[in-house]
């Protein structure tokens, strides 16, 4: 079992704003410096952390606030990311909604994207803590 990283979670609601990823990056590196990852996998967390977030503002129709939840689920730190109210999201095209997975995909262990109608409207993110 890996080591208590998080023993509560931290919960973040902040404005759904371009200008707010500075504080979600500093925010997610505050929750995971203790996790024992390396830089480089810390670094890969934060920009899936900003990508998701960037996903769920989107271009129009996103969410007025973001709400996050860092939580430890046994050997496996989960982000939830989702928007103000019913978690609904910005409107993107579906092909984007691929490219999107594949990125978060290529940074952290496992992705889910909640999709509400052809809105993407909650990504989680987890991370292997014993990797």
């Given at each position: 079992?890996?080591?208590?990283?998080?023993?509560?979670?931290?919960e973040?609601?902040l404005?759904?704003?371009?200008?707010m990823m500075?504080?979600?990056?500093?925010?997610?590196?505050g929750?995971?410096?203790?996790?024992g990852?390396?830089?480089?996998r810390?670094?890969?967390?934060k920009l899936?952390?900003?990508?998701?977030?960037?996903c769920?503002?989107?271009?129009?129709?996103?969410?007025?606030?973001?709400r996050l939840?860092?939580a430890?689920?046994?050997?496996?730190l989960?982000?939830?990311?989702?928007g103000?109210?019913a978690?609904?999201?910005?409107?993107i095209?579906?092909e984007?909604?691929?490219?999107v997975r594949?990125?978060?995909?290529?940074l952290?262990d496992?992705?889910?994207?909640?999709?509400?109608?052809?809105?993407?409207?909650?990504?989680?993110?987890?991370?292997?803590?014993d990797?």
């Amino acid at each position: 079992m890996a080591e208590i990283v998080l023993r509560e979670p931290v919960e973040l609601a902040l404005p759904a704003q371009r200008s707010m990823m500075l504080v979600l990056r500093l925010t997610t590196a505050g929750v995971i410096a203790r996790a024992g990852l390396t830089v480089d996998r810390m670094d890969d967390v934060k920009l899936a952390v900003e990508e998701a977030c960037s996903c769920l503002i989107g271009k129009t129709g996103g969410p007025s606030r973001l709400r996050l939840r860092f939580a430890q689920e046994g050997a496996a730190l989960k982000i939830n990311i989702c928007g103000d109210g019913a978690c609904e999201g910005a409107r993107i095209p579906p092909e984007e909604c691929t490219v999107v997975r594949c990125i978060l995909e290529s940074l952290v262990d496992d992705v889910e994207l909640s999709m509400h109608g052809d809105a993407v409207g909650a990504v989680e993110l987890r991370i292997a803590l014993d990797a």
